[in-house]
């Protein structure tokens, strides 16, 4: 029987199926590890670019930093950060395959007649089929690839809103803590000089041990809270320079005053109202929400039998050539993806309470943070006028000290009731600080800040 002309080239096939198969391939390329820990200088650091949510700010480090120029630092190198960014690529990524078309499958097959078979020929098969339930599902899988890739990337928008709180309140608490170690090292200092009188006194039998324990225990007292502040700094400090992907040696220069937000009762019942539209850790549950509603439609979709489709052509060992198709359907009679339906029904009900405790524990942080603002801000006047009769004593107890017209123990009292007031009026300020930072980041409100000008207050 002579050769159909429709009759598939062979001897050409394989070629033809290597160049389809070849086509397009992705190519590998080795990426090294990095050989440093961090920048050595703050010069070395990527250069910010602000988000748009944060106000415009003059970018000019070489006459230090201060907490706008820190917090745009951090966004831009914080370690943390740039590994969420590369899991936003991933997610991506995942959108991207979900709305790729599957691949057909193609079948082929030779059969060889024995020795013997007078008037026979080679047969072959060959066959295409394609998945239709898996074209029929793309949609789903598409809806669902996207809600998640929204949900990463508005994941990642709540990470720069807490990172810029965290640079904000590791700014605020190295200041303070510098602050402390200023005043500390005055006073030891200052009662440097009296410690050796009163050790002179004890040696030479002028002094007992009861008289002068007041004015040993004093500098004591006082190199003990320095080395307690001093390895607090120093923690702070730490984690400040991994906040902004710097090497722990990197010299640091802080300048101007710490962040301040004093957001009015209207502005927090505004910020309240709109919350749910506008924070990006609940739009985020949303679009985790979102997603998960469309894998429940696609689970119910897929209780419906699986088919597949194909089409062949073959001939036999006696040259008869035949055309078909093929039709394959799953048959629904005791799986029906019910157990499927039933996991994302429940994950669905998990994720909605889960949107519903979150928004009731931002109410209540907000709340909680608000009274205690107004508290804080009461204890500060208190504190201020306090601390600033104390320094007044302070002065006038030192004028009398040198001029011998005050007693040491006196003095010392006064100084360290001094020093107590003017601590603790540092460490208020600085709770205060933290809690209007917090509040500002659970509102997502950047136009809480108290307006100044783009200069730099450098502290001492």
Known sequence: MPRPASAPPLARLPWLLAAALLAGCASYHARPLPDQAGAHRVADLAAPAPPHWLPAHRFDPSDGLDVTEVATLAIANN????????????????????????????????DFPRHGGAGLTNAFGLGLSADITSLLMRSSRVAVARQQS???????????????????????????????????????????????????????????????????????????????????????????????????????????????????????????????????????????????????????????????????TARDTSAVYTNGFSLGITLPLFDR????????????????????????????????????????????????????????????????????DLDWPTWLSLRGNALAADLALIDLRQQRGTDAIALEALLGNTDLATPSDDRKAATP
Do not use: C
């Not at 006073?187 to 050790?199: G, I, K, S, W, Y």
């Not at 302070?394 to 001029?403: D, I, L, V």
């Open 150 to 312: 929204r949900q990463v990337n508005l994941d990642l928008l709540w990470a720069e809103w807490q990172t810029v709180a965290q640079a904000r309140l590791l700014f605020d608490q190295v200041k303070a803590l510098r602050a402390k170690q200023a005043a500390l090292d005055a006073e030891q200092t200052a009662l440097a000089p009296l410690d050796a009188r009163v050790q002179a006194a004890l040696r030479a039998g002028n002094l007992t041990h009861d008289q002068a324990s007041a004015g040993l225990n004093a500098l004591s007292d006082v190199r003990q809270q320095r080395a307690d502040n001093a390895l607090a700094l120093h923690q702070a400090e730490a984690d400040l320079h991994h906040l902004l992907g710097l090497a722990p040696e990197a010299p640091l220069r802080l300048v101007g005053p710490a962040y301040d937000a004093t957001p009015t009762t209207t502005q927090v019942d505004a910020a309240l109202a709109a919350l749910p539209q506008r924070r990006p850790d609940l739009l985020a549950l949303q679009a985790g929400y979102a997603a998960q509603e469309a894998s429940l439609r696609a689970a119910i979709r897929a209780q419906f039998p699986a088919i597949t489709l194909g089409v062949n």
């Open 79 to 110: 370690p943390d950060l740039r590994t969420q960014r590369d899991a936003l690529g991933v997610a991506r990524a995942q959108a991207f395959a979900a709305g790729l078309l599957p691949d057909p499958q193609l079948d082929a097959s030779m």
């Open 337 to 404: 993806n019910r157990g499927n339906i039933a996991i994302e029904t429940a994950t669905r009900e998990q994720l909605r309470d889960d949107y519903r405790s979150r928004l009731l524990a931002a109410h209540g942080d907000i709340r909680h943070l608000q009274a205690d603002l107004a508290t804080l801000d009461a204890r500060l006047t208190t504190l201020s006028r306090h601390a600033q009769a104390l320094d007044a004593g302070r002065a006038a107890a030192e004028a009398a000290w040198a001029r011998g």
